[in-house]
């Protein structure tokens, strides 16, 4: 089993929501968790098949699964038959909570059976591919989850624009933690476009607020300045919650996080549930923080670099 293909996890640091609006966003790839394929050469005849080890579960091309669909896209867009292969997938990517599972699945399957197929795609065709499949699964992405994934680097992310990598002056770290709650984004994303459809020009200038909390981010990210971060995560998680894409959950999350110590917090990704990021400076207390934060009810508490 040679031939592998993966893709890392992801959070979104700033922006969410108000990218759908044409505002810019930063994500980060969490290289701690990926999905990772390994391609199993079977008999003639046999076909091409995903074998999801987490899930226990065997899925053929022609089955309707959400992850045969990226295997039929990537064969016609190779103009290729199907080989006679298993897939073997797993994933350390914590499912529908924000982390950009659905994206690194498919990138890392398309990687895979591209690699197979002796062909293997660029990034930049991949990002299409995975996008399309992201658009049936989440409605109207953005396309920001499925662009920092398949590049695995940071991106300063205009919806419709050539993603930009930008300089990070200096590492950081993250707290992740997740609320437990499974919450489809695109849910999210239809309320948001329900209220956006309500009042327009109110909720463009709380998009437009979003977009600078962004910009003055990334400056201080390519700076080096990183305490200043702390604050401009607590106005862009303000600014969500009159998204109303906050929920208790995560507020509680949030207040914990700050409590002890943590510059600043906000929800990541579609929000209503998945993950919580706070910033962790040198003098946080990690073990301290991990406990609060499980005892506010987080499942999960990860920490991360960003360099
Ligand atoms: O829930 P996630 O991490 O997949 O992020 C969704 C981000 C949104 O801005 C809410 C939607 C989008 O497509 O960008």
């Not at 327009?200 to 910009?215: C, D, H, K, L, S």
Request: aromatic share 4%; net charge negative; charged share 20%.
């Amino acid at each position: 089993m040679a031939v592998i293909g993966a893709a890392p996890g992801k959070v979104i640091l700033f922006g969410e929501h108000a990218v759908v609006y044409g505002e810019p966003a930063i994500a980060v790839p969490i290289h701690s968790r990926r999905a990772t394929v390994r391609v199993r050469y079977e008999p003639p005849g046999t076909g091409l098949r995903v074998a999801a080890e987490d899930l226990d579960q065997t899925i053929q091309l022609t089955d309707e699964h959400p992850l045969s669909l990226i295997l039929r896209r990537t064969l016609e867009t190779l103009d290729a038959a199907p080989p006679d292969i298993t897939l073997v997938l797993t994933s350390t990517i914590p499912i529908a909570s924000g982390l950009g599972s659905g994206a690194a699945v498919s990138a890392a399957l398309a990687r895979a059976l591209s690699a197979a197929l002796g062909a293997p795609l660029p990034n930049a065709q991949l990002n299409d591919l995975v996008y399309e499949v992201e658009k049936v699964h989440h409605g109207t992405p953005s396309g920001i989850d499925n662009t920092v994934v398949v590049y695995g680097e940071p991106v300063y992310f205009v919806r419709g624009s050539t993603p930009q990598r930008f300089q990070i002056g200096a590492p950081f770290a993250l707290a992740v933690a997740d609320t437990g709650i499974a919450s489809p984004t695109h849910r999210a994303v239809a309320d948001v476009r329900r209220l956006h459809e309500e009042g327009p020009a109110y909720w463009a200038q709380i998009f437009a607020q979003t977009g600078a909390i962004v910009e003055a981010a990334r400056a201080h990210i390519a700076a080096g300045e990183i305490a200043a971060l702390g604050p401009l995560m607590n106005r862009n998680h303000a600014l969500l919650q009159m998204m109303t894409v906050s929920c208790p959950e995560l507020d509680a999350l949030v207040e914990a996080a700050r409590e002890a110590g943590a510059p600043g917090a906000k929800l990541s990704g579609g929000g209503r549930g998945g993950n919580m990021i706070a910033l962790v400076t040198e003098d946080v207390d990690r073990e301290h923080l991990r406990n609060v934060l499980h005892k506010k009810g987080a499942a999960h508490v990860m920490f991360t670099e960003v360099s």
